[in-house]
């Protein structure tokens, strides 16, 4: 989906495990989000960063944590306090227009 | 604080009728709002964005939409719609969170069933 590449497609997490998703995109975008979507909840915001180096807590925080080294790359991390983790995960970039480029997502499921 | 609503959970149109899904939103300030269409397992698709200027809107695929300040509205449209326009469709708002922060607020989605 455009210049931004979302990493694994499928993911299986364990019990008190964690994991990360990863999110790279070459569209040279400064700002970068992570969405949650649960059926009939929409797009739920987790953590969004405008610059290298900063991030920001979006609504649902808690359970998830980010880095932001590169430019290029926003790794999710769903922790092991996350309690309910299975759901489909996008991550965006956005552009000076405020032209919003989703990635194809990762569906992530607890077994 | 800001919000978006999708009144449909579920929008049925015959293949070749025109189609509506509505959105309305509610921020402070100019809004800028957008529609989004998802297919299965995929991510998001930009269709088009209203941020200033004409109230009628086109994007991609001939969907247009209509911004309504009075009414708060920016419903999606389409004149004939297509067996392939099934998908599930997102209203998005933009918002400030200051410090130059922006973010966008989604509406739960309407999924679209075009039957033919």
């Known amino acids: 989906d455009g210049g931004i590449t979302q990493s694994p497609k499928y993911l299986f997490r364990k019990e008190g495990q964690n994991v990360t998703l990863s999110c790279e995109q070459n569209l040279n975008h400064d700002a970068m989000y992570w969405y949650r979507q649960d059926p009939g909840q929409g797009l739920r915001l987790i953590y969004y960063s405008q610059i290298v180096n900063d991030f920001q807590k979006g609504d649902i925080a808690e359970g998830y944590s980010v880095s932001r080294e590169k430019k290029e790359s926003f790794p999710l991390t769903v922790t092991s306090a996350q309690k309910n983790p299975t759901a489909f995960y996008l991550c965006?970039?956005?552009?000076?227009?405020?032209?919003?480029?989703f990635g194809s997502g990762t569906r992530l499921t607890v077994v | 604080a800001q919000s978006v609503a999708q009144p449909e959970d579920q929008v049925n149109v015959a293949e070749g009728n025109p189609l509506t899904v509505k959105c309305t939103y509610s921020v402070s300030g100019n809004p800028y709002l957008f529609w989004y269409v998802q297919y299965p397992n995929r991510g998001l698709q930009f269709l088009l964005k209203y941020i200033t200027g004409d109230n009628l809107v086109k994007g991609s695929y001939g969907f247009e939409a209509e911004f309504n300040k009075s009414q708060t509205s920016f419903h999606l449209k389409k004149p004939s719609a297509l067996v392939s326009d099934s998908a599930l469709y997102f209203c998005a708002v933009r918002s400030y969170s200051g410090a130059g922060s922006y973010q966008l607020t989604f509406g739960k989605g309407t999924k679209l069933s075009v039957i033919p």
């Open positions: 965006a970039c956005r552009d000076r227009e405020a032209g919003y480029t």
